[in-house]
């Protein structure tokens, strides 16, 4: 079995929690792009710094560099039996790009799971992590920037759901619920996409 999904949705929906879930009990592997670029920034390195900035305003990191860190990270050995993108693609040229290079690389993609949340409830989630963590809240995680963080899913990444549902791809999920319920709705569309 080797699975290819895409986890789509709002920041704040939950996406990271399943991707993870389905890692352990799918054996795919997840690519979170965010967790890649705060390593990048945690170890100092070129990448990191030079992203920074964007990442602590809510903007996006470059497309180019993107699509290659998906690139290198999906040749690994690790990602045999599947992967899960979580947090990738996120505008319009990144999904075109992936689908540039897993045609190259003669990968399919199975489902894109879009991941349907309420604002009002991001929000709700966001102040309750924010008590939670106290100081090791995410440099991201302010009312301020998740605000910006929700505009720029608005305005750069909701647009590429028309590409998914032109390919028949899309699979939406309630992720209004919590951890168990939206779990067995993942559950039930890995089931359907088991080989
Ligand atoms: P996440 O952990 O997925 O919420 O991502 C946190 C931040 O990392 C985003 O607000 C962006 O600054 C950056 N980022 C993560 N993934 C991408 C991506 N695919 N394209 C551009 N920027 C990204």
């Known amino acids: 079995m080797s699975i290819h999904l895409i986890i789509l949705g709002p920041p704040g929906a939950g996406k990271g929690t399943q991707a993870k879930r389905l890692e352990e009990k799918y054996s795919l592997k997840q690519l979170s792009t965010g967790d890649m670029l705060r390593a990048e920034m945690a170890a100092g390195t070129e990448t990191g710094n ?28 690790d990602c045999k039996n599947g992967f899960i993108l979580d947090g990738f693609p996120r505008t319009v040229a990144q999904a075109v790009g992936l689908d540039e290079m897993l045609a190259h690389k003669k990968k399919d993609l199975d489902a894109v799971i879009k991941m349907d949340v309420d ?25 301020e920037v998740f605000e910006n963080r929700l505009n720029v899913y608005k305005e750069q990444t909701e647009p ?36």
Do not use: C, W
């Open 119 to 143: 604002e009002a409830v991001l929000i709700e989630r966001l102040k309750a992590r924010i008590a939670e963590s106290g100081e090791n809240v995410r440099s991201d995680d302010t009312i």
């Open 50 to 77: 030079a992203i920074k900035a964007l990442y602590d305003a809510g903007e996006l990191a470059p497309d180019a560099l993107m699509i290659k860190m998906i690139s290198d990270r999906i040749d690994q050995d």
């Open 160 to 195: 590429i759901i028309p590409h998914y549902q032109q390919k028949n791809m899309l699979v939406h999920v309630d992720g209004m619920g919590n951890i168990a319920e939206v779990s067995e709705e993942f559950d039930r569309i890995l089931q359907k996409h088991q080989k």
